[in-house]
């Protein structure tokens, strides 16, 4: 998997996927302008490109950020998570063209340059409605461009998950930005309460998406271990765990995912390496742990993917006494052979 | 409610019924938000106003040019009756940059009649005329032609707010207010002329070319002021068409009240 970064491959779903974007935003783009042009019909065309893009751009930021929360929820939503970059780029894309278009219409031809006069045209710093809102579309718009430009697989192998990981936390930024622009700039002026409530109720929605979904997965990280006399942790009994799949378990920290296949039992860190998934959600397909985000695989005995791929994960040691399962904390280093744990037939 | 289902990429057929479903109606969801969205932020908007720039057409006008203090041509329109046509310059600029060709055969301007071809921007009885060649503002007549002096009316004071009147007579909507902001700065900080837009309860606007106390341009010392609710102080004088208004800027007051000329 690692060799290969077209490994995602571009099959039907993900074509039909690309389709879905690509025909939504020219919806849009099309209602806003029909729209406008019956009702208001005395708008400059560079107005109307202005609107139409920088609220097609918030809108598809919505739905972004709800993916992420929907599918730890329920994995039945992980097919769009595992796409969701499309959507990021042409989000990007569709915010780029209406901060660069602000930047010509209202900085550019004029006695200083574009960037020096986005800074200080509008110099109420201290102010709260009268605060330079552009600015905060610009910072908004230079983490999405990070982040769009470091989407591919290429960066995420050369940037280390971790760091990859935080540049993309980064969208929680540029949504508090863009939600400041919007609120401290076009709401000032144009202050309907039904875009004011529509964008209102969106960031209600986001947030408490978020909210719920952390709250569960801060139960699974309180789950108490006990020690026996060696320091080995007791985790769970046996049929606690369903066949090819696994529970995950935090420990020391660590969230680590033990899986149940073939009557065995093996356990690995429960990071994928790809783009950092929950290997515990995954499944035993052909005998690999494969990743429920994007279906990289790895052997649950030496936590490798198999050939060619190079992908390793850490493993752990198991013991089983009486249906009781118990796991030695300390982790081995990445990729290495561990026996698995054999289950009584009674 | 136990999921068994288990989508891989690349493993055919792997995309369950349950999953299935999910996705779809959460397609029609986003989609039904979209379509919601577009709805909402294009109807609520606010009315635009019918000014005119006239981007793509070029008109020539004859006139005598005047500076009071800010370049103007005064055109006759009928007889005993004079219009003064604000100069521009391209972009955020104002008509100076774009009369120093022609300087270079008259030291002075002030009274001489000149051709200019440019773009017009006209909006409720005022107009505008962007200049974006040199070469095309040509000397008709350099004898000097008598300007009328600008009569005192009185000391008012007014509510309004500044604009720049390059975007708010026609180049741009809103040419006025928070969103247009920056772009009026940049505007009258390239010598744009400032004016005051008021508008009485009959929504009646007026309009006043802004000065010093000495009739001198002012541009730097406004910039903080435009584009926000002020109340204003000055003298008023009558020049033809066009109200001037002489003020001291300390006497410039910002309001919290939106000004009328957003309705
Ligand atoms: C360089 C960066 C940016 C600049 C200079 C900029 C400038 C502006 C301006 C001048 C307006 C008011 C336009 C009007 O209502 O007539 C506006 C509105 C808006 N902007 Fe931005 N913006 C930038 C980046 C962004 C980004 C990154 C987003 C979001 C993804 C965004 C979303 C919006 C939205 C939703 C509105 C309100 C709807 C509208 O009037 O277009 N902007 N922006
Ligand atoms: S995170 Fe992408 S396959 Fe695991």
Redesign the pocket.
């Known amino acids: 998997m690692g060799l290969n970064y077209q490994f995602v491959l571009w099959n039907k779903h993900k074509k039909m996927y690309d389709k879905i974007i690509v025909l939504s935003m020219l919806l849009y783009l099309i209602l806003f302008a029909v729209v406008t042009l019956v009702f208001n019909s005395e708008t400059s065309i560079e107005?109307l490109i202005?609107?139409a893009f920088?609220?097609l751009?918030?809108v598809l930021?919505h739905i972004i950020l709800v993916i992420g929360p929907l599918s730890r929820l329920n994995t039945n939503f992980l097919p769009i998570l595992y796409n969701r970059r499309h959507l990021g780029v042409s989000m990007f894309i569709t915010?780029l063209i209406?901060?660069g278009f602000?930047?010509i219409q209202?900085h550019a031809l004029g006695n200083t340059n574009v960037f020096y006069s986005?800074f200080t045209s509008n110099l109420d710093y201290n102010s709260f409605t009268n605060f330079p809102f552009?600015v905060l579309?610009?910072f908004?718009?230079l983490i999405?461009f990070a982040m769009a430009s470091t989407s591919h697989d290429f960066f995420l192998k050369n940037l280390s998950p971790t760091v990859w990981k935080r540049l993309h936390m980064l969208v929680y930024l540029a949504y508090a930005l863009?939600i400041g622009?919007?609120f401290l700039?076009?709401f000032q002026q144009?202050t309907s309460p039904f875009t004011i409530g529509f964008l209102s109720v969106g960031f209600i929605v986001v947030g408490s998406l978020h909210l719920i979904s952390s709250f569960r997965e801060a139960k699974i990280d309180k789950s108490i271990i006990d020690k026996d006399a060696q320091g080995w942790l007791k985790v769970c009994t046996i049929d606690e765990i369903d066949d090819d799949r696994a529970k995950i378990f935090t420990v020391q920290n660590e969230r680590i995912a033990v899986f149940k296949y073939d009557g065995k039992l093996s356990a690995v860190h429960n990071v994928c390496k790809h783009q950092g998934g929950p290997l515990g959600e995954g499944k035993i397909i052909d005998g690999c742990i494969t990743c429920p985000w994007h279906g990289y695989q790895y052997l649950p005995h030496n936590g490798q993917s198999p050939p060619p791929f190079t992908e390793k994960v850490a493993t752990y040691e198991l013991k089983l006494l009486e249906n009781i399962i118990y796991i030695n904390p300390k982790a081995f280093e990445e990729g290495t052979e561990v026996e698995p744990t054999q289950i009584q037939k009674t | 409610m136990k999921n068994e289902e288990f989508y891989v990429p690349y493993i055919e057929g792997s995309l369950g019924m349950r999953t299935k479903r999910t996705l779809k109606r959460f397609v029609f969801i986003a989609l039904f938000l979209l379509i919601l969205g577009a709805l909402l932020?294009s109807y609520f908007q606010n009315t635009f106003k019918n000014s005119t720039f006239e981007l793509t057409k070029s008109t020539e006008i004859t006139g005598v040019y005047h500076e009071s203090p800010y370049p103007m041509l005064r055109v006759q329109i009928d007889e005993n009756t004079y219009k003064n046509i604000i100069l521009l310059g391209f972009g955020k600029m104002g008509a100076h940059p774009f009369l120093k060709k022609i300087r270079k055969e008259a030291i002075t301007l002030n009274g001489k009649t000149l051709k200019i071809e440019g773009n017009l921007i006209y909006y409720n009885g005022k107009t505008l005329l962007q200049i974006t060649d040199d070469e095309k503002v040509i000397m008709i007549n350099s004898s000097i032609t008598k300007l009328p002096k600008s009569k005192a009316i009185s000391q008012m004071s007014f509510q309004g707010e500044i604009i720049d009147p390059k975007c708010y007579f026609g180049v741009m909507k809103?040419g006025f207010g928070k969103?247009h902001r920056s772009c009026a700065v940049r505007c009258i900080s390239g010598g744009v002329p400032p004016i005051l837009a008021t508008s009485d309860t009959n929504n009646i606007s007026q309009y006043f070319l802004i000065t010093d106390m000495n009739g001198k341009p002012i541009n730097n010392d406004i910039l903080p002021f435009i584009g926000k609710p002020s109340e204003i102080t000055g003298i008023v004088e009558q020049l033809e068409d066009w109200y001037i208004l002489k003020i001291n800027m300390e006497s410039f007051q910002l309001i919290s009240e939106k000004s009328n000329i957003y309705d």
């Open positions: 107005t202005l609107r920088g609220s751009a918030i930021l915010a209406h901060g602000a930047l209202f986005l552009q579309g610009f908004a718009l999405l863009i622009h919007v700039g076009a144009e | 932020f809103p969103i």
